[in-house]
């Protein structure tokens, strides 16, 4: 009798259980044991003589799946959530009252670019002031493997920094990580560019068929060691040197494990449908999930081409090829200054590249092709067609300092210079090492992908802060404010998006594309990766002029349950994991 009243208690809060009264035996019998299981974890995490740690009470519950939001308590004991709903009576070494406050999963960003800066700050303020509890990178470099072929991938970077590799493989990373402790979770992908550079080099060839059975080999150990796929970034050399038939190969390897391939594409601008039809048949024939990273149309001349992309991503999907996409749901993106130069001006690294832009015949080729028509590479000048529109961001220089946050334009009107002549002049001092932000998207093209059901977020800019080392950079201010700006402009504003859908791009959505089975939702048995905040209030602060600044309205985040942030103050935990790949040997 009671175990009826039990299960009839249980159906009536599990609509999808009850709905199973007319199953086979056999699926009545899993539904009992499922049942019985339920109710001994609810027994043991409201157990009177078993005080949960943190109970959070009078909240806006919006759970991540997409469901409305419903007044509910939430119980968290060690890393796990272990109850939630109506826990009047349940006994908690701390009780936290909301006051109406959303509590929802803690934010996934499904491309960062911290797998560095987060050893000089390992607090990474700049995430968590955004609710970013999980952060994926290693755009199609990574940081390991690490040896002499692959450390010019991020040599500059390190001296950046100021840091020093101690590590070879994923393993020692990882390891190093957890000695350093870390704010967020943090998990990568292999880097299709360093497994190249390992074993092809820096050079304009395919690779022969032995060196493709090396590249495999080192992402099978990749993903032993837990990558959670293989990522490639192909507008960057040497990942253009790269064929389809070699990327393909690469997420074979990667599928095999369950890995994702997950890729910047080879063009975002004129070749933005060519790309798409690559990356769909690299997904198709590697049999593997597709994420692509900052989907956008980039350049004046594609303004107006996402319903295209859309179209054809969503057709894409009718013929079962597995494909998703993300956005930081800006107008401007952000990358190396480099990238303006044609891809066969870097064959063989910076130092060749640096070498090309003082040579006046190389130079004046390099003129000729960005000022030209040819629409077999990303031509970003001519996708942005204004100096005006390129703004220098980090400087790796002291010496250059001073032009952080100034224009392309503005610099050359000072230096009395040609305005191609003043970037290619700003790359050969700073070793070719300088970042950009390039003003070359319509907002109306980036508010239809914020919208799409298969769209999440990435905030691809590194862990930062406004003080010490980190805080001398002048990054994209996608770096302080990605979700913050989303939820204000595309859900409070101007009305797109429902507040329970955008937390499921936020969470859910990124953890089903990257199978992490235990985040991303709130529910019982998940670890306790949350945030707390008034979306009527919260707002991004960061921007173009400024962008050294916190985003405000977070009031509790928490991090595998212990609270990085709480009553809106920074508490310097690192309760951080790392986040290992399906494919890993733990």
């Known amino acids: 009798m009671m175990l009826t009243r039990f299960i009839h208690r249980i159906n009536r809060s599990h609509a999808p259980l009850s709905a199973q009264a007319n199953a086979t035996p056999l699926a009545q019998w899993s539904l009992l044991l499922s049942v019985v299981l339920f109710g001994l974890n609810t027994a043991w995490a409201l157990s009177p003589d078993q005080p949960v740690d943190v109970l959070l009470i009078n909240g806006r519950i919006i759970d991540g799946t997409g469901s409305p939001w419903y007044h509910g308590e939430l119980a968290i004991t ?3 959530i272990v109850a939630v709903g109506a826990l009047q009576g349940i006994k908690a070494k701390k009780i936290i009252d909301v006051h109406n406050r959303v509590i929802a999963p803690g934010f996934i960003d499904m491309l960062g670019q911290s797998e560095l800066s987060i050893l000089v700050d390992p607090k990474l303020p700049s995430k968590i002031y955004q609710g970013i509890t999980t952060e994926i990178t290693g755009e199609g470099n990574s940081v390991a493997p690490l040896n002499k072929a692959t450390e010019p991938l991020i040599t500059g970077s390190l001296k950046h920094y100021g840091l020093t590799a101690q590590w070879g493989d994923f393993t020692g990373y990882f390891n190093q990580l957890r000695q350093r402790g870390m704010g967020i979770n943090l998990g990568t ?3 299709a560019s360093t497994v190249r550079a390992a074993i092809v080099g820096y050079d304009n060839r395919p690779a022969t068929a032995s060196e493709l059975l090396q590249m495999q080999a080192l992402v099978a150990d990749g993903m032993r060691q837990g990558a959670l796929g293989v990522s490639s970034s192909l507008q960057y050399a040497p990942a253009p040197y790269a064929s389809t038939e070699e990327l393909i190969a690469l997420a074979q390897t990667a599928a095999s494990f369950g890995g994702v391939y997950a890729t910047h594409m080879r063009s975002e601008g004129a070749g933005l449908l060519a790309a798409l039809d690559e990356t769909f048949a690299i997904g198709d ?3 593997i999930p597709v994420e692509i990273w900052h989907l956008k149309a980039a350049g004046k001349a594609q303004f107006g081409l996402m319903p295209t992309v859309v179209n054809k991503i969503n057709q894409a999907r009718a013929r079962g090829i597995d494909v998703a996409a993300d956005t930081y749901g800006y107008t401007a993106w952000y990358n190396s200054m480099s990238a303006f130069i044609p891809p066969w001006a870097h064959e063989g690294g910076d130092q060749r590249l640096i070498s090309r832009l003082k040579n006046p015949k190389e130079r004046a080729k390099i003129r000729t092709e960005l000022l030209g028509s040819d629409q077999t590479w990303d031509n970003e000048w001519q996708e942005v067609g204004d100096p005006n529109g390129i703004l220098i961001g980090v400087t790796h220089n002291p010496k250059l300092h001073d ?3 100034k224009t392309i334009a503005e610099i050359a009107a000072s230096r009395h210079s040609d305005p191609i002549d003043t970037l290619m002049d700003i790359l050969i001092e700073d070793d070719a090492l300088t970042e950009c932000a390039v003003f070359g998207m319509q907002e ?4 239809l992908g914020v ?7 990435n905030n691809d800019s590194s862990g930062t802060s406004p003080e010490g080392v980190l805080g001398k950079d002048h990054p994209h201010p996608r770096a302080y404010g990605t979700f913050p700006h989303a939820l204000k402009r ?7 998006v429902s507040l329970e859908a955008m937390i499921q791009k936020f969470s859910s959505l990124p953890a089903s594309r990257l199978h992490l089975s235990d985040r991303g939702v709130i529910k019982t048995g998940m670890k306790a990766d949350l945030v707390v905040f008034d979306p009527e209030s919260i707002t991004d602060l960061a921007t173009f002029a400024e962008p050294n600044q916190l985003s405000r309205g977070m009031e509790w985040v928490f991090v595998n349950g212990k609270a990085v942030i709480d009553q809106g103050v920074m508490t310097g935990a690192l309760p951080g994991e790392v986040i290992l790949g399906p494919g890993a040997t733990r």
């Open 444 to 447: 109306s093209d980036v508010a």
């Open 78 to 80: 060690g890393d796990r």
């Open 189 to 191: 992908y292999i880097g």
């Open 285 to 287: 024939k590697a049999h």
């Open 490 to 496: 595309y859900v409070r504003d101007q009305k797109l």
């Open 403 to 405: 032009l952080q946050g």
């Open 451 to 457: 919208t799409q059901p298969w769209m999440s977020f």
